[in-house]
């Protein structure tokens, strides 16, 4: 399903807007990374493309229908939020919580059965979490907890998914599992909309980079054209090289400051051994 945002503006105090005249379009099957700096209104846009905050401007589409006119059950049925982190209050198992995504397309007095259930172990068995099914959710990782979200927003049924940064606080290895996870439902024709504050995701698993800067969409397109060194140095204020590597099959950031030290520490290793040469 395609997502637009046409000309939206949002402010929580009036006349300070955090989004003005905000405008994309994500087509069906993509995962586009969104980039922007602490504070500069990336949730705040996921709760109006939820339909989580009133009274802002302009409009929200999802395969072609306003989100305005969209019951809650009805955009229940259509997309599906993973938030950065998730607490858990109370210790269900871990197919109880992914059998909750279920509910969004049963009436308000239905409770789930055999097909529910269904969708649910085979939301889990397509995210490689089935053994976890009896665990408690507050009693595993991070990552699995993460994969386990993912897997009660595949179980709502819907094709449009919102990420909030889902890799944030997960250490290398269970990010890099959950990012091949959400690769691979882009794949399957998924539209994904994810948050992150590390541009080689962008580079290594997304098929376009949305950026916001002062409440207004700074740049939208493919990883490659978008992520520059200027870029980087106007959404987050740092210097940066961008290298390629595998005959430009891959991009990364690296710091200045850390190739310099690099060189630095190179060229004092070098002098050492002319010194030493000399003796």
Request: glycine residues 8%; proline residues 4%; aromatic residues 6%.
């Amino acid at each position: 399903m395609s997502l637009d945002v046409s000309h939206v503006s949002f402010a929580y105090t009036p006349g300070l807007p955090v989004l003005r005249d905000v405008s994309f379009h994500i087509d069906d099957g993509r995962m586009v990374c969104l980039l922007g700096a602490n504070g500069i209104g990336k949730s705040t846009l996921f709760k109006v493309i939820l339909r989580l905050l009133p009274k802002y401007g302009g409009q929200v589409k999802i395969n072609g229908r306003s989100t305005s006119d969209l019951s809650v059950a009805d955009m229940a049925r259509l997309i599906a939020y993973i938030p950065q982190s998730y607490p858990p209050t109370f210790n269900y198992s871990v197919f109880d919580m992914v059998l909750m995504g279920t509910t969004a397309g049963l009436s308000a007095l239905g409770s789930p059965g055999k097909r529910q259930r269904k969708i649910a172990e085979e939301s889990m068995d397509r995210l490689g979490i089935v053994h976890l099914k009896d665990r408690g959710f507050a009693e595993i990782s991070g990552g699995e907890r993460q994969l386990a979200l993912i897997a009660r927003a595949l179980a709502q049924e819907t094709k449009v998914l919102i990420m909030d940064e889902p890799t944030a606080n997960l250490d290398y290895g269970n990010a890099t599992r959950v990012l091949e996870q959400i690769r691979q439902l882009a794949g399957k024709g998924y539209t994904i909309l994810q948050a992150t504050h590390q541009p080689d995701q962008a580079f290594l698993f997304a098929d376009e980079v949305l950026s916001l800067k002062d409440g207004v969409v700074l740049a939208h397109g493919s990883p490659k054209e978008t992520i520059t060194e200027d870029f980087i140095k106007s959404l987050y204020g740092v210097h940066v090289e961008v290298k390629s590597l595998y005959d430009d099959r891959i991009r990364v950031c690296v710091p200045v400051t850390a190739i310099r030290s690099d060189q630095q520490e190179a060229e004092t290793r070098t002098k050492s051994r002319n010194e030493e040469d000399k003796t």
